[in-house]
């Protein structure tokens, strides 16, 4: 079979939501459905994993099923279907490898587990034929990690957070300051009104050794700073303005580690010259704005794939699918969902990271 002609069902289930796609092997999304449930969570201020679980259950065939329909193909038309084998919530990982192995034993085709952060680091070879290696900086509310990437499957860890990912910081700064779930839009949306002179926050790890984050401290400045303003609601320009205060302080933090990181990837491939940021925070417009200017500094062009692609999606899976079809990377029907799947699992454990290293 030619490359070109290769068709794949990609399904993500890893975390709040439900999303199947169909994508041949040039590259043309032929379907991309996604069911958010964010509305499921609201209330609560977060992902709750046996909510997320029961909604990826009662949704996952019809999201399926109109991906096939969307794209015009039976399932006897496809060359393999992929799911996210993990890392994320192991009840939503289930739901989308069950549903995955049912469609591969029934119709005789190949299944493929694909690491969801492997299908976010590949995205741009699906948007933009990004050539490896390339320099990438992972992250999500659950990763923020920079890696060198050499081909598929084959990752080199730079830096990885050690406490919060950034899109947690976000999330929970959006929480101190009442503008609800989920955060990192709302803080974004509010940082566009701020006063950028009005605070000044803590930009953890700039000019420290290496290229690890953490954004524990930029969180705890944020409280310190609500602590002085007078009791009683906060005002909009005061929730406004932290918003611009807490976004320039991440920027600061996440330029920085990069052109650590820079530096580090370049010494083994000196003629690198891309750095792609992916992932579900890669959509914030202000943090895409400084790691611009960054790789125009180093001469680096930097490559985010498109906005609707930042976020979790079926048709990162299915690409991710195909490249390891390409290789004649396929897994058996007794693959065992994983709650953590580390991208480099050769790299020396981060202190006080945990699962996010």
Known sequence: MQPESQLV??????????????????????????????????????????????????????????????ADVEFSDLSAVAATGGPGLIGGVMVGVMAAKAIALTHSIPFVAVNHLEAHALTVRLTDNVSFPY????????????????????????????????????????????????????????????????????????????????????????????EKLPPGKLLDEDVNSLCTAFQRAAGRSVTDRCKRAISMFRDAHPTGDTLVVAGGVAANSYLRE?????????????????????????AMIAWAGIEHLRLGHT????????????????ATPAAYAGAKA
Request: glycine fraction near 12%; include cysteine; aromatic fraction near 4%.
């Open 9 to 70: 069902l990609g399904i993500e289930t890893s975390c709040d939501e439900t999303a199947a796609a169909v994508v041949d092997g040039s590259g043309h999304i032929r379907s991309n459905k996604v069911l958010s449930q964010i509305e499921e969570h609201r209330m609560y201020g977060g992902v709750v994993p046996e909510v997320a679980a029961r909604a990826h259950l009662d949704h996952i065939d019809r999201i399926i099923g109109g991906a096939m329909d969307d």
């Open 135 to 226: 320099l990438l900086l992972l992250v999500s509310g659950g990763h923020c990690q920079l890696l060198s990437v050499e081909g598929v499957g084959q990752f080199r860890r730079l830096g990885t957070t050690v406490d919060d990912a950034l899109g947690e910081a976000f999330d929970k700064t959006a929480k101190m300051l009442g503008l609800g779930y989920p955060g990192g839009p709302a803080v974004e949306r509010a940082a566009k009104l701020g006063d950028p002179d009005r605070f000044t926050l803590a930009s953890p790890m700039v000019g420290r050794a290496g290229c690890d984050f953490s954004f524990s401290g930029l969180k705890t400045s944020v409280k310190q700073a609500v």
């Open 290 to 314: 400084q790691l611009e200017r960054l790789a125009v500094s180093n001469d680096m062009r930097l490559v985010a794939p498109p906005l609707n692609l930042c976020t979790d999606n079926g």
């Open 331 to 346: 897994d058996p029907l007794d693959f065992a969902p994983r709650p953590r799947w580390p991208l480099d699992p050769d």
